[in-house]
Structure formats: structure tokens, C-alpha cells
């Protein structure tokens, strides 16, 4: 991929072309914004996570170990709103999205800077909202806020659902920013068919925001209308239906499942590309299963309801469509593993995690593919194979591609070099702390155990404690991976501006990046990833 860019000054760049922490707080500049909500998610991130350990140490053990049932129920909460609301969803699109998309397509900014902006406000307003809620007010629902029990519950559920609310909106304004700049604002020579797979798979998510996220919406806005006027929508007491709620909640949360899992593909896409030194096999393929996997995720939702009481002809139809998921799937993974075939590999902290994604993610699609077979999930229907497919698909997916989609371009972001070794030393951490967390889980929910329960039969006491011990490793993985960001931004060397020799738009430019991303226009002339 060609581009012309001329130094200017080497030393100005987005970082340090304006001063003070307002000149950041009233910034357009869509890499700032990145960064910006970069330090939020990560925050959040470190809540979430905490949620996370304490419910496994509570675990440790049947009976009472650290904390009540009532403590334990506001802790799966905590984790719950946290990580899905706040980290997973957010999290790649609005940072390396917003960081990376308008430079993989040769623009100056977003469509809409001032909008972009907007959005991280908003997101801000819903989150701080909803923590404030979560840990003043002692939240239980959970993160689904299945009714009836949100509405009888005490009354700062109200406030969360309104703080997920904003959140969404947040979602709404960030998908619109980027469907308006591919088709707007692409550079002389940028066909669609030459944009990177990471700006397909981020543009997929996008038309997922806009559309599915309004359901969510005026969903729990129907749940603080219900708990504040006593219309009767969900509530059976007041002639509403409990399971219209699920139907709702579910219509959005699938597809929010791909909204997390897309953006993840477009990073593993970019790292298999450039760490292979090869051309990425089957590009149109990879690009049309990102919006096929759109396309499906909306007809999906009836997989959460087998044991609803929904006709046995839905289930069978539900179960047909949720096998077809697999299909866009699979055409990604086994286009990954034929660019990787006779590559040059080099494993390098980024593509560690890109392998690592590989792995876990498709064992969290297999076991996905069990849970849409209607006799299999009767049996596995909330239980922890539940849980541990669902962190197989999430944690195992999306935080290991955000992960490497950092160290990849962390050079990029901040033209400094990290300390490789302690790098590779985080993901062996974290891969291997997290399966030894989850995987258990499944023989656990094969067992039997339920999810969300406090307590346990002494059965699954051994399981459970090998369980926790990973969840340490975990732990301990990204506490080394934040000395490793911190040491790198504090004392690690200036980067080149292309250490990994790859091939799309963004290392053509200086590390970090000048305020307007390129000095000259960009005009491409080739496609992202031809290798010559």
C-alpha cells in the first residue's frame, strides 16, 4: 500500500501539538479520543476484574468463604454490567477503532469529530452513572436485569438501567461516526475492496450498533417506566409478560455478542496478516463473513429461550439458524490458518495473542455449536458450560485480540517501544490462567452445577479450586501487562515507524501520528496486504 508523506517536523505529533488537560478534554482529534477512552475502558476494566476475583474466591470453597449471599449476587452484578457494558462492548471499537479506522482509510478525522466527542461524554455519563449505582446502591438484578425480580427489587435498579441506557447511546453515535467515514471519507485509490479486514470487520459492528442497539434501549426504558409508573409490561401482577422481556433483551444482546467478537476478528485478521508475511488468504471472503455474521446474529436470539415454553417448531428454527452462525465462522478461521500455512512466522507478543485467539475461540464456537442443539442445552441450560463457553467466546476472544491489537500497535500509538519478553510473558500468564479457569467450568456444568449459586454440593469443591487458582494466574497476567504498558511509555525506545514490516496504511505514517494523520494526501495503489 502506497502513500506519500513528507516529514515535517518529527518531533510534533497528536500527543504534543497541544498542551494542558483541557486541550484533551475538548479535543476532535480522533486519536486522543481513542486514547481517552482507552484510559477509561482499562478503569473499568480493573473494577470488572476485581468483581471477577472476588466471586471465585468466594467460590474456593463450599458455604461462606469471603462474603454473603447478598454480597456475592451484588459482586456477579459488578462483573457482569461492568465487563459486557463497559469494557467488551466499548472496547475495541472505541479505541483501536476510533484510534485507527479513519488512517487505515487515508482520512483526516472521523465524518463527524464533534459527534465522537459527543460519544465518549455520553459513555462517560452512563458509566460513572452506573458505577456509582453498582457500588453506592448495591445492585443485584444481575447484568441481564431479567424481570420480574428488576422491577421488584430495590429502587437504584432504575438507575442502572438508565445509566445502560446512555451507554447505548454512546454505542449508537460511535457506530454512526464510522459508517458515515468508509463510505465518505476514503482516499484517492481506497476501493472498499482495498481497505483493511480490520476496517470491514469494525464497519460490520457499526451497522450492528445502529441497528441493534435502539432495541436495548427503549427495552429498558419500557423496565424504569414499568418500575416508576406501574405500567404493566413485564410484570405478570400488573397483565405483563416476563418472557416479552427476555425476547427484548435477548433481540440485543445476541448481536451484542457480535459486536464484541467482530471488531476482535479485524485485529486477528490484521496480526495473522502481518506477523505471516503473507498476503491474507481469501480477503473477499473474510470481509463478506464479517457482514454475514451481521446479517445472521439478528435471527439468533431464541437459542437463550429452549426452556422458555417457546413452541418445540421456534426451538428447531432457532437451532437451524444459530448452527448457521458457524458457517461465516469457520470461513474465517480456516482463512487465517491457510495464511498462516508456509508463512514466515514470527511470534512476537501480538501474534501470540492472535494464536491464542485462535484456540480458545474455537473451542468457545464448538461448544457454542453444542449449546444450539436443542437436547444438549435442555441439559446445559444455566449452568457453569454456560459460563464457560460464554468467557471462551468473550475473554478468550475479544480480550485476547485487544490484547494483541495493543502490543501491535502500541508503537504506532505512542512511538515508543514495550519490553518484548515480559510481553510474551503476559500472554502465557493470562492463556494459561484462563484455561485453567474456564475449562473446568465445563466438566463442572456437565456435572451439573448451576450458575450464579453461592453455594455447591462438595462434589465440585476440587474443581472450583482449581478454577479460582487460575483466575489468580489471570490476575497476576495483567498486573504484569500494565508494567509493561507503564515501563514502555516511561522508558522504552523510540519505535521506527513500521517495527513489524506490515503492510497497511498506518505504518506509512510517523510514530504517533501527526495531528492531521498525514502530511500529504494519501493516494493508495495497492491493496493492504501484497506482500512484494
Not at 468463604?65 to 466499548?90: E, K, W
Not at 457454542?368 to 468467557?391: C, E, P, W
Not at 495483567?478 to 522508558?491: A, E, H, K, M, N
Request: with cysteine; hydrophobic share 50%.
Amino acid at each position: 500500500m502506497a502513500a506519500t508523506t513528507h516529514h515535517h517536523n518529527p518531533d510534533v505529533n497528536y500527543i504534543n501539538e497541544f498542551k494542558g488537560i483541557g486541550s484533551w478534554l475538548t479535543s476532535l482529534d480522533h486519536k486522543r479520543i481513542g486514547l481517552m477512552y482507552m484510559i477509561s475502558v482499562l478503569t473499568f476494566f480493573l473494577f470488572g476484574g476485581i468483581a471477577a476475583l472476588g466471586i471465585r474466591l468466594e467460590l474456593f470453597s463450599p458455604g461462606q468463604t469471603v462474603m454473603t449471599a447478598d454480597q456475592y449476587n451484588q459482586f456477579m452484578t459488578y462483573h457482569g454490567a461492568i465487563m459486557v457494558f463497559m469494557v467488551i462492548v466499548p472496547g475495541i471499537p472505541a479505541i483501536l477503532g476510533n484510534f485507527f479506522l479513519p488512517i487505515h482509510v487515508g482520512a483526516k478525522d472521523v465524518a463527524f469529530p464533534r459527534l465522537n466527542l459527543l460519544s465518549w461524554y455520553v459513555f462517560m455519563v452512563g458509566a460513572l452513572m452506573g458505577i456509582a449505582t453498582l457500588f453506592m446502591h448495591k445492585v443485584d438484578t444481575g447484568w441481564t436485569f431479567y424481570t420480574p425480580y428488576s422491577i421488584k427489587t430495590s429502587g437504584a435498579a432504575t438507575m442502572m438501567v438508565v445509566a445502560a441506557f446512555i451507554m447505548g447511546m454512546s454505542s449508537i453515535l460511535t457506530g454512526l461516526n464510522f459508517i458515515a467515514t468508509v463510505h465518505k471519507l476514503r482516499c484517492p485509490g481506497m476501493t472498499m475492496y482495498r481497505m483493511p479486514l480490520f476496517v470491514w470487520a469494525i464497519y460490520s459492528t457499526a451497522i450492528l450498533q445502529l441497528l441493534a442497539t435502539p432495541v436495548l434501549g427503549i427495552t429498558l426504558l419500557l423496565l424504569a417506566a414499568e418500575r416508576i409508573l406501574g405500567v404493566g409490561i413485564f410484570d405478570p401482577a400488573l397483565g405483563g409478560d416476563p418472557v416479552l422481556f427476555q425476547h427484548f433483551f435477548w433481540f440485543y444482546s445476541h448481536p451484542a455478542v457480535y459486536i464484541m467478537i467482530l471488531p476482535a476478528m479485524g485485529v486477528v485478521s490484521e496480526l495473522i496478516a502481518a506477523f505471516s508475511r503473507k498476503t491474507i488468504f481469501g480477503y473477499t471472503a473474510i470481509a463478506y463473513s464479517s457482514l454475514g455474521i451481521a446479517a445472521v446474529s439478528f435471527f439468533v436470539w431464541g437459542h437463550h429461550m429452549y426452556v422458555s415454553g417457546q413452541s418445540e417448531t421456534a426451538g428447531i428454527v432457532f437451532s437451524f439458524l444459530t448452527m448457521l452462525v458457524g458457517v461465516p465462522t469457520a470461513i474465517k478461521m480456516f482463512n487465517w490458518l491457510a495464511t498462516l500455512y508456509r508463512g514466515s512466522i514470527s511470534f512476537q507478543s501480538p501474534m501470540l495473542f492472535a494464536l491464542g485467539f485462535l484456540f480458545l475461540f474455537m473451542i468457545g464456537g464448538v461448544t457454542g455449536i453444542m449449546l444450539a442443539t436443542l437436547a444438549v442445552d435442555v441439559h446445559f441450560h444455566d449452568t457453569y458450560f454456560v459460563v464457560a463457553h460464554f468467557h471462551y467466546v468473550m475473554v478468550g476472544g475479544t480480550l485476547m485480540a485487544l490484547m494483541g491489537g495493543f502490543y501491535y500497535w502500541f508503537p504506532k500509538m505512542f512511538g515508543k517501544m514495550y519490553n518484548e519478553g515480559l510481553a510474551r510473558v503476559t500472554f502465557v500468564f493470562i492463556f494459561i490462567g484462563f484455561n485453567v479457569t474456564f475449562f473446568p467450568q465445563f466438566i463442572l456444568g456437565a456435572m451439573g452445577m448451576p450458575r450464579r449459586y453461592f453455594d455447591y454440593i462438595p462434589a465440585y469443591e476440587s474443581l472450583n479450586k482449581i478454577s479460582t487458582v487460575g483466575s489468580w494466574l489471570i490476575g497476576i497476567g495483567f498486573l504484569i501487562s500494565l508494567y509493561v504498558i507503564i515501563d514502555g511509555l516511561l522508558r522504552g525506545k523510540k519505535a521506527p515507524a513500521n517495527p513489524w514490516g506490515a503492510k497497511t496504511l498506518e505504518w506509512q505514517v510517523p510514530s504517533p501520528p501527526p495531528h492531521t494523520n498525514f502530511h500529504h494526501d494519501p493516494v493508495v495503489t495497492a491493496g493492504p496486504y501484497e506482500y512484494r
